[in-house]
């Protein structure tokens, strides 16, 4: 049975379950962050190598003031409260996005995290904190263009493979498998380059529900894929024989 290397989630649907039980959306959040632990054991449990989450996307800021707040502090008591167990258990926490949004101290929470726990191989979790695909596209041109401009590369040179190294989770194996949870069929402006190849499996399981059982159907479902990268059927066949 093959399992996904790279896991990523879009975690949609916090704000609903609260709303279904007439409670205030951050009590969906902390939920939300229940089913995160839940799924970090899972990924440790299965083998998987890296998992990214959809924490907090750069378009998220325009929502009421007090739900960001309130994700923030909830960012900060996760941050506090989790780190050390998953360092004990092997974990390697990273971060991609634009941090210097952050207050400074949710910044030094998560560069705690980072050093803290820099050393471990078990699962790498990246978290996508104020993160966007078009604006982790558009960082990769930058720095393209300035070290073009400065002389380190030949523009000429630029292909595929080169860009691949300059987004984010450039040093990881490539995404697998790309979950949503919360019924909507899209990818809205996650990891736009990076799930090119990646099998997308989609659930209107909101995300505070989301347990076991919901993360064994997507992976069996991927151990049921035949991925093709542009290849035929038969060609990958003979490639697996
Ligand atoms: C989307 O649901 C979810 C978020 C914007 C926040 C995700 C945060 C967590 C799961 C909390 C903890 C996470 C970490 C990594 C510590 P939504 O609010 O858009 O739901 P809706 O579509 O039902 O409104």
Same mark, same amino acid.
């Given at each position: 049975?093959q399992?996904?290397?790279?896991? =990523?989630?879009?975690?949609?649907?916090?704000?609903?379950?609260? #709303?279904?039980?007439?409670?205030?959306?951050?009590?969906?959040?902390?939920?939300g962050?229940r089913?995160?632990?839940?799924?970090?054991?899972?990924?440790?449990?299965?083998?998987?190598? @890296?998992l990214?989450?959809?924490?907090?996307s750069?378009?998220?800021?325009a929502?009421?003031?007090?739900e960001?707040s309130?994700?923030?502090?909830?960012?900060? %008591?996760?941050?506090?409260?989790?780190?050390?167990?998953?360092a004990?258990?092997?974990?390697?926490?990273?971060?991609?996005g #634009?941090?210097?949004?952050? %207050?400074?101290?949710?910044?030094?929470?998560?560069?705690?995290?980072?050093?803290?726990?820099?050393?471990? %191989?078990?699962?790498?979790?990246?978290?996508?904190?104020n993160y966007?695909?078009?604006q982790d596209?558009? @960082?990769?041109?930058? =720095?393209? @263009?300035?070290?073009?401009?400065?002389?380190?590369?030949?523009?000429?040179?630029?292909?595929?493979a080169?860009?691949?190294?300059?987004?984010?989770?450039?040093?990881?194996?490539?995404?697998?498998?790309?979950?949503?949870?919360?019924?909507?069929?899209?990818? %809205?402006?996650?990891?736009?380059?990076?799930?090119?190849?990646?099998?997308?499996?989609?659930t209107?399981?909101?995300?505070?529900?989301v347990? =076991? =059982?919901?993360?064994?159907?997507?992976?069996?479902?991927?151990?049921?894929?035949?991925?093709?990268?542009?290849?035929t059927?038969?060609q990958?066949?003979q490639?697996?024989?």
């Amino acid at each position: 049975m093959q399992t996904p290397r790279h896991v =990523a989630i879009i975690m949609d649907g916090n704000g609903r379950w609260a #709303e279904q039980r007439k409670r205030p959306r951050l009590i969906g959040h902390r939920a939300g962050a229940r089913a995160v632990r839940d799924t970090i054991e899972f990924c440790i449990d299965h083998g998987v190598e @890296a998992l990214t989450l959809f924490a907090f996307s750069s378009e998220n800021w325009a929502r009421p003031q007090d739900e960001v707040s309130g994700l923030m502090r909830l960012f900060l %008591s996760v941050l506090d409260r989790e780190v050390d167990e998953l360092a004990r258990r092997g974990v390697r926490i990273r971060f991609i996005g #634009e941090a210097q949004a952050f %207050s400074p101290d949710i910044r030094k929470r998560m560069q705690t995290a980072e050093a803290l726990t820099a050393g471990n %191989s078990s699962l790498t979790l990246v978290i996508a904190a104020n993160y966007g695909g078009r604006q982790d596209i558009a @960082a990769a041109a930058r =720095a393209l @263009a300035l070290d073009a401009r400065d002389g380190r590369i030949d523009p000429d040179t630029i292909d595929e493979a080169m860009f691949a190294t300059r987004v984010a989770l450039a040093d990881l194996p490539a995404v697998d498998l790309c979950i949503r949870t919360g019924g909507d069929l899209r990818i %809205s402006n996650f990891l736009l380059w990076q799930l090119a190849y990646a099998e997308l499996w989609f659930t209107p399981t909101l995300w505070p529900d989301v347990d =076991a =059982a919901t993360l064994q159907a997507a992976f069996d479902d991927f151990s049921r894929r035949q991925r093709r990268f542009g290849l035929t059927g038969a060609q990958v066949s003979q490639q697996q024989a």
